[in-house]
């Protein structure tokens, strides 16, 4: 009775000394968490990504160090979505729409215009009618949402002529990635879509291959496309969110106040981006208007009457309940 006595006092007695053990070394080592990300090193995002990194390291005293990895030395999104649910990488800032390979009703954010404008996608996507779409993608895939509020650019028509209405595409070959709903999209809107790898678009435009292609302001400036094509369309067809992961089971082992911090700084982080992001397609605007660009305001309605009905027609692959959040509106 008396050495089970001592037994169980000296398993106390080690067990304390484990605790102080593990407190000793959290405190003395910070926990590294690697954050990959696609975006070069002077992006909204990696900006952003490198707020976060400062506020937490700030929050926790030195307790957690984000490194923060642009440029996609640790893959691409896809990759980065993998590794972040397997916990090879253990942060990750990509595109909205990457969820949907684990979750079905994300699958709508390839649609164009499911946003008339990038305060309701904010106040829907962001908020909390979101909320169960966002628990689902959490569930399927092991990989957990700190924010999603990063808003990235809004991507316009750049053609060689004007294009103000639906009418106005009639015969206009347009450069299309590789999924079929876009090029759906742009046929319901009238042009003739003309599927094409994206490093093969400046000849393409150069050449007369196409006389459009689609892009935010900052891929079209940077890869020079406006060099062949003078005309920017204001459509505002596709606006999207980053949103901000992070490895599931890591983010469980942290305690409550940690993961509290790193909420909030990922929010904070997700404003300036937004903030930034704005600003940057000010900044290319009167970069390319002073290039010769002629910036032309189109009856966005107009094109968006046209892609709604392609909704209805492809709703299995989204399901009625995120459509009605999202349109409801």
Known sequence: MINQRIH???VVVVALVLAVSVVTTAQNKPLVLKMGLIS???HPVTKASQYMAELVKERTNGGIDIQ???????GGEVELQAAVRSGAVHMASIGDGHAAAYSKP????????IWPDAETMHQIEAGEPFEPFVRDYEQNSGVTVLALNWEQGTRHLLAKKPIR???????????????????????????NPTPLAFPEVYSALQQGVVDAMECP???IYSSGFHDHAK?????????????????TKLFEGLSPEYQQILREAALEAGIYETELSRQEELDYRKKMEAEGVTFVEVDVEAFRNRVIPLFEQHMDRWGREVYDVIMGQ
């Open 68 to 74: 923060v990895f642009p440029n996609g030395v640790l």
């Open 40 to 42: 070069p090193a002077d």
């Open 217 to 219: 302001l900052n891929w």
């Open 165 to 191: 209405t639906p009418e106005d595409l009639r015969g206009v070959k347009i450069r299309v990635d590789q999924l079929p709903l876009h090029s759906e999209g742009w046929k319901a809107m009238g042009a």
């Open 106 to 113: 994300w699958n709508i954010f390839v649609m164009y215009y």
């Open 8 to 10: 169980q006092v000296l």
């Open 231 to 247: 005309y920017l369309n204001l459509t505002a067809h596709s606006r999207y969110m980053n949103m901000v992961i992070i490895n």
